[in-house]
């Protein structure tokens, strides 16, 4: 079966620092892959969206990037973190474009 | 783009059945999920829904109208551990970006 892992579960980072959330999938080959961030009292926004190795669709243009190193690990990274980048932030996969998507357990990210 | 609307909370008591309404507006559609996500914790997927009609799963049915943009989530017997946020979110056709609307919060009570 598979599963789907986050890390880490918190964080708390300040003001400027840099960010690196990981998001790892087994029992699975060639995973579409996401990135949502759900702030307090808002909706999931989709953040980025992978078919594949190093291909990567930015869906709302702000200090966050995303990397696919490899087929089942997808990395959310940011150089200098502002008070806006606190919530939620979760990574969820699906076997194709239009199939269910899986959230992983999520990390909670808190900027001081 | 796409606008999802559905209401912010309900309160309801235990062994009761609740209804919980989405509507859309989206050009083109190719689906519609129905999540549930307790508090701190990652959404679970609940149900799909892509022809219209109602789909059953055992406690929890869901039921959607594409003429209308209008789908329901059906939770009967409920239980205190059904105490979550439900959410509805629209796969619209072309771009394969789920869009999600920002939840309905429903409270069991004994």
């Known amino acids: 079966s598979q599963t789907i892992h986050q890390w880490p579960a918190t964080l708390v980072q300040p003001v400027g620092s840099p960010l690196s959330l990981e998001c790892t999938v087994e029992?699975?080959?060639?995973?579409?892959l996401y990135w949502y961030r759900q702030a307090a009292g808002r909706g999931l926004q989709l953040l980025f969206y992978?078919?594949?190795?190093?291909?990567i669709s930015s869906e709302v243009p702000q200090n966050l990037s995303a990397s696919r190193p490899q087929d089942r690990q997808f990395i959310l990274s940011s150089k200098k973190l502002l008070l806006s980048d606190s919530g939620f932030y979760l990574c969820?996969?699906?076997?194709?474009?239009?199939?269910?998507?899986?959230f992983g357990p999520g990390t909670r990210l808190t900027v001081l | 783009g796409q606008n999802i609307d559905q209401p912010t909370e309900m309160t309801a008591t235990e062994g009761a059945i609740v209804q919980i309404n989405c509507t859309y507006q989206t050009s083109g559609f190719n689906g519609l999920f129905w999540y549930q996500q307790h508090a701190g914790e990652a959404p679970t997927f609940l149900s799909y829904n892509v022809l219209d009609g109602l789909e059953e799963k055992g406690r929890f049915s869901s039921f959607l109208s594409r003429s209308k943009g209008y789908s329901y989530l059906l939770l009967k017997e409920l239980q205190m551990k059904d105490s979550a946020s439900y959410l509805c979110?629209?796969?619209?056709?072309?771009?394969?970006?789920?869009?999600f609307g920002k939840g309905n919060q429903v409270v069991v009570i004994p």
């Open positions: 969820a996969w699906s076997t194709g474009p239009t199939d269910t998507q899986y």
């Open positions: 029992g699975t080959s060639n995973p579409n």
């Open positions: 979110a629209v796969l619209p056709y072309g771009n394969n970006r789920l869009a």
């Open positions: 992978s078919v594949g190795i190093g291909q």
